[in-house]
């Protein structure tokens, strides 16, 4: 009995792996999932000056992000009743778009992944897991392993979002003192 020779068109033969980059939600749209009872919002833009950059680095342990920081106040009427502040981090070798809503009294309110470029690492996008942060505020360690979870196969992506979320909760409180938000 012969045996037959298959041929498969090459495109048969390819592999395709999951692609989880992408952008999962826009500054907006982050923004009104912080705070939907805002009747508005109000764009911010921030820098920190050198005193308030020492101090957001004395206060997380991290370095202190010098660059001008994009804000979303947001407002009931007149009031304001928090903010958006919108950051970006490395992953493991891609930049993640992420914000993170504060209310007045200083507490996180959300976290929202705007966008993801990573290959591996997707599950910080899931809510389960940026629920976590929602409560916390500058009292709170913000740590990785300590009061989040990690994820396993997203280390460096949890780690560098959860560190970026301590910045920032340092950063509006810093500025809230100084009188500047």
Same mark, same amino acid.
Request: charged letters at 20%; aromatic letters at 8%.
């Given at each position: *009995? =012969?045996?037959?020779? $298959?041929?498969?068109?090459?495109?048969?033969?390819?592999?395709?792996?999951?692609?989880? @980059?992408?952008?999962?939600?826009?500054?907006? %749209?982050?923004?009104? +999932?912080?705070?939907?009872? @805002?009747?508005?919002?109000? %764009?911010? $833009?921030?820098?920190?000056?050198?005193?308030?950059? #020492? @101090?957001?680095?004395?206060?997380?342990?991290?370095?202190?992000?010098?660059?001008?920081?994009?804000?979303?106040?947001?407002?009931?009427?007149?009031?304001?009743?928090? *903010?958006?502040?919108? !950051?970006?981090?490395?992953?493991?070798? %891609?930049?993640? !778009?992420?914000?993170?809503?504060? /209310?007045?009294?200083?507490?996180?309110?959300?976290? %929202?992944?705007? @966008?993801?470029?990573?290959?591996?690492?997707?599950?910080? #996008?899931?809510?389960?897991? +940026? =629920?976590?942060?929602?409560? =916390?505020?500058?009292? !709170?360690?913000? #740590?990785?392993?300590?009061?989040?979870?990690?994820?396993? /196969?997203?280390? *460096?992506?949890?780690?560098?979002?959860?560190?970026?979320? +301590? #910045?920032?909760?340092?950063?509006? !409180?810093?500025? =809230?003192?100084?009188?500047?938000?």
């Amino acid at each position: *009995m =012969k045996s037959a020779l $298959v041929w498969l068109p090459v495109s048969a033969l390819v592999v395709i792996a999951p692609a989880y @980059a992408g952008q999962y939600a826009t500054a907006d %749209e982050a923004a009104r +999932r912080a705070f939907p009872e @805002a009747t508005s919002f109000k %764009e911010s $833009v921030f820098q920190l000056t050198a005193e308030e950059l #020492r @101090a957001v680095s004395a206060a997380t342990g991290l370095p202190a992000k010098p660059a001008l920081w994009r804000a979303m106040i947001a407002m009931s009427v007149e009031t304001p009743i928090g *903010m958006v502040v919108l !950051d970006g981090v490395i992953g493991k070798f %891609e930049l993640i !778009d992420y914000a993170v809503g504060i /209310g007045t009294n200083g507490k996180i309110r959300h976290v %929202e992944i705007l @966008a993801y470029r990573e290959s591996h690492g997707y599950e910080v #996008r899931l809510p389960a897991w +940026r =629920k976590q942060f929602v409560g =916390k505020n500058k009292t !709170d360690k913000l #740590r990785v392993s300590e009061d989040i979870s990690s994820i396993s /196969g997203a280390t *460096m992506s949890a780690t560098h979002i959860t560190d970026g979320v +301590r #910045r920032i909760v340092s950063t509006v !409180d810093i500025l =809230k003192a100084a009188g500047k938000l």
